[in-house]
């Protein structure tokens, strides 16, 4: 039970992971009810760094639980943006790739 | 029912000598009711332990908060309470009394009663003798005044309007007559009439011939010296308050007020209030003509149905009432926004689900209309659930309309106020119709999932169409 809501918006400030989840109403009158359920999903955007290892650049992402996280990359940050085959899911911990030997290349990480 | 509700004395010639005296007397009075509260008398809870006073005048200061009410303890004022207190008053000489809470800082009800025989005890044994709830020009105050002879006792009786509670300030004052003054023994109740019906007030008394009478309108005096105020042919412009005056050797009291209005529908029952917790008690309950009507009928009335279970009632009609009395409430909701402060509330018990079109055509004021219901128990303007305003529906400074879908089994309030605090002749017409009925609530859409980045505000809203009033619960359950 949400406390105190008994009107028909909930407004959720300054949301945190903590927030995400599913959320469901019931309306009632005196002649029936109906329910619904809102899923909501509160996502934080990584600090993505590029770091040199010895002969290797690295790409680190960290990640948080239950997170999906897909890396897209470009040579031109206009145009031409390529998802990698496989998203992944977060596990709470940092996670790396090596992105040595591609050349110049942009790349963004987006989180769902 | 023997019962005033202002009384008034003739002016005194204006000396200084006599200014002079006046004073005198009052810083005597004042010394001799300390003396009063000296003897340690006090209000008493249960009305068995009832102290009783013999002084003409005095002034008793006590709360209520922790008073009760006993079984079978009549509801003073006539209206609910839930904290009285009792005294008991002996008349030193023949005369009229007047009982006041003034200055009590809540809202009080008072009451006065007489055993009905020499050995009553009991709250089965008494007669009310007066009642008062809101003094006119008071408001929360309540004022009895009534004529007393020789010797009586009266059993007075201060309560909080529908469990209100306080520091009680009764105040009594007597002023004796040479002769026993004319007695009230009953006065007209409130009704409601039908345009056309004739009307006839009674005030019964006994030793009439000791005083002379005056019926009064809407505060205005009417050339009526009769007990018996008879109108043939009630029109609209009769709706509002009557009270007569009696006159007794120089003194002058007035019947408690009957307020007389119309209900088309034939609902003699049915009362627009100027309190809302008292329109429950005088509701417009619709029949749809397959039963009794479940209103109670008031002992010693005929039933509005006859008994025949057939009537029709609640579709169309139009509640007629007067305002100019309304009491001023600064705890009540601002209706539709607007600066007000003379409303009037109809209960309304639909006879069928529908569309209710309400309107205040005719009134002779600018008006304001708005429609509440509750759920559960309606203990206050915190209880009320506004599902509908109007305000100049047709043109500025004009009446107001609306459309309501309602249900049956619900309850609701219709209030109608006076922008501005105007008053007048209210018209509060209804229409019952059942083509277009209230509704369940329905999606408008399926919710759609939803992805925020952490430190944004998200709303939520439920994508719901329904009949008013329509309630909400959200539940959160863990991703």
């Known amino acids: 039970m949400i406390p105190g809501q008994t009107q028909p918006s909930l407004v959720l400030a300054n949301v945190t992971n903590a927030n995400s989840g599913n959320y469901a109403f019931t309306a009632t009158n005196d002649l029936g009810s109906v329910s619904g359920t809102f899923a909501v999903k509160v996502v934080t955007p990584p600090s993505c760094a590029l770091t040199r290892v010895v002969n290797d650049l690295r790409l680190s992402i960290p990640t948080l639980e239950g997170q999906t996280y897909t890396v897209e990359q470009t040579t031109n940050l206009l145009t031409g943006w390529v998802a990698w085959p496989a998203s992944f899911v977060g596990n709470g911990l940092t996670n790396y790739f090596n992105v040595s030997n591609s050349g110049t290349r942009f790349y963004r990480v987006r989180v769902e | ?479």
């Open chain 2, 1 to 479: 029912m023997n019962a005033f509700a202002r009384f008034t004395k003739p002016a005194q010639p204006a000396t200084i000598r006599g200014v002079g005296w006046q004073a005198a007397w009052c810083c005597l009075l004042v010394i001799w009711l300390g003396a009063v509260t000296a003897q340690g008398q006090t209000f008493r809870d249960f009305f068995a332990d009832r102290q009783t006073f013999t002084a003409s005048s005095g002034r008793l200061d006590q709360s209520n908060t922790n008073a009760t009410i006993e079984v079978g303890e009549p509801k003073h004022g006539g209206k609910t309470g839930g904290h009285s207190l009792w005294i008991s008053w002996v008349a030193p000489t023949n005369g009229v009394v007047e009982f006041k809470t003034e200055a009590s800082g809540f809202d009080t009800l008072l009451s006065a009663y007489q055993f009905t025989n020499a050995g009553g005890s009991t709250f089965a044994d008494l007669r009310e003798v007066a009642r008062a709830d809101d003094s006119e020009g008071f408001e929360e105050e309540s004022e009895i005044e009534f004529g007393v002879l020789a010797g009586q006792r009266y059993e007075i009786a201060v309560d909080g309007f529908f469990g209100a509670t306080g520091e009680v300030e009764l105040k009594w004052d007597f002023d004796p007559l040479p002769s026993p003054p004319p007695i009230i023994l009953s006065s007209p109740t409130d009704r409601s009439v039908k345009i056309g019906d004739l009307v006839s007030l009674v005030i019964t008394l006994t030793n009439s011939a000791a005083g002379e009478f005056k019926w009064y309108f809407n505060g205005n005096e009417l050339n009526v010296t009769t007990t018996n105020l008879v109108i043939p042919s009630f029109q609209t412009t009769n709706v509002g308050r009557y009270k007569m005056r009696v006159s007794a050797d120089g003194l002058q009291y007035f019947s408690v007020p009957t307020e007389i209005q119309i209900n088309t529908d034939g609902a003699s029952n049915t009362l627009a209030q100027s309190k809302i917790l008292d329109s429950p008690s005088t509701p417009l309950i619709g029949s749809d003509g397959v039963g009794p009507l479940v209103r109670a009928v008031p002992r010693g009335e005929v039933s509005a149905s006859g008994g025949d279970g057939g009537v029709v009632r609640g579709y169309n009609g139009s509640q007629i009432f007067n305002t100019t009395f309304a009491v001023l409430d600064p705890a009540e909701p601002t209706h539709c926004g607007v600066p007000a402060g003379k409303s009037y509330w109809l209960f309304y018990q639909p006879p069928t689900n529908g569309t209710v079109t309400l309107d205040t055509v005719g009134s002779t004021y600018d008006t304001i209309m708005e429609v509440y219901t509750f759920n559960g128990a309606l203990n206050g303007y915190q209880d009320l659930i506004s599902i509908g305003c109007a305000n100049d529906s047709f043109g500025s400074n004009g009446p107001a309309r609306l459309e309501v879908p309602v249900v049956k089994s619900r309850q609701y309030i219709v209030a109608v106020d006076g922008v501005n605090g105007s008053s007048g002749t209210a018209w509060l017409n209804y229409n019952l119709s059942t083509a277009v009925l209230p509704t369940p609530p329905t999606l408008t859409a399926t919710p759609q999932p939803i992805t925020v980045a952490a430190g944004s505000t998200v709303t939520l809203s439920a994508p719901v169409i329904g009949s008013a009033p329509l309630g909400f619960h959200g539940v959160r359950t863990v991703r």
